[in-house]
Structures are given as C-alpha cells and as structure tokens.
C-alpha cells in the first residue's frame, strides 16, 4: 500500500473512522448535557459546567485525530487509543448510560489494535527502528 490518496481505505480503518466520529458525537452530546443540566439545576452549576466544557474539548480532539486515522498516522492511532482507555474504562463503572459510552469508546480502541489496522499503520507511518545507541536507521 502506498501513501497514494487514490489507495482505498481497508475496511477496518473505515470501520474505525466512523466508530470514532460516533463516540466524539456521543461524547459531545455527553458535554452537552452536562451543561444543560448545569443551567437547569442549581446545585453544582460551576463543576457541572466545567465539566461539559472539557468533555466538549474532548469529544473535539477525538474528531481531529479521527480524522487523521484516514491518512495513517500513528500519532493518531496512539492518541485516540489513549484517549479511549482513560476515558472508557472508569465509564464502565458510572451507570447504565455511561457503561454504554465506556463500551463504545473500548470497542473503537479494539478497533485500532486489530490484526489489519496494525497493517495499515506499519504500511503508511513505519515505526523508526533504533539501533543500540539509539540512532535511527534510515
């Protein structure tokens, strides 16, 4: 596989990119609620904000790097896999609505992990190799 933008995208990482983009809305419409429930109760309206406002922040990076899946950057496979781990995993443990979400965003980093997404990652961005003294070989 080549860097060619004609190449056309493995499934999986069509698979992944579109999983992705579902959990950043998912997590925007978490951001979202938060604030709205912030405005509408009157009891913890600062942290309740606060916390939209960086669950939106996050649900915004999820896009960007989402979005750089489709090019093969590793930075972005280790990114959202980052990401989705400290994210995912505490969310299995806060109710119904949140162990939905956790769920998603572990299934999204499965994603990323499998068999053909490795592949297309070693194609399209080639982990540097080192050598002893910790020079790159070219």
């Not at 998603?104 to 050598?131: G, I, M, N, T, Y």
Request: glycine share 8%.
């Amino acid at each position: 596989m080549t860097n060619s933008p004609r190449t056309p995208l493995p499934k999986i990482i069509r698979a992944a990119f579109g999983a992705w983009l579902a959990a950043a809305v998912l997590v925007a419409v978490a951001g979202i609620s938060f604030i709205t429930s912030a405005q509408t109760q009157h009891r913890d309206g600062a942290a309740l904000t606060s916390l939209g406002l960086v669950t939106l922040a996050v649900a915004v990076v999820m896009g960007f790097y989402a979005l750089r899946l489709r090019t093969g950057k590793r930075s972005a496979r280790e990114t959202l896999t980052t990401v989705g781990m400290i994210l995912g995993i505490p969310l299995l443990f806060r109710g119904p609505a949140l162990v939905a979400l956790g769920a998603v965003l572990l299934l999204c980093v499965l994603l990323l992990w499998l068999p053909q997404s490795s592949r297309f990652f070693q194609e399209r961005d080639p982990k540097a190799r080192r050598r002893l003294l910790g020079r790159r070989r070219p």
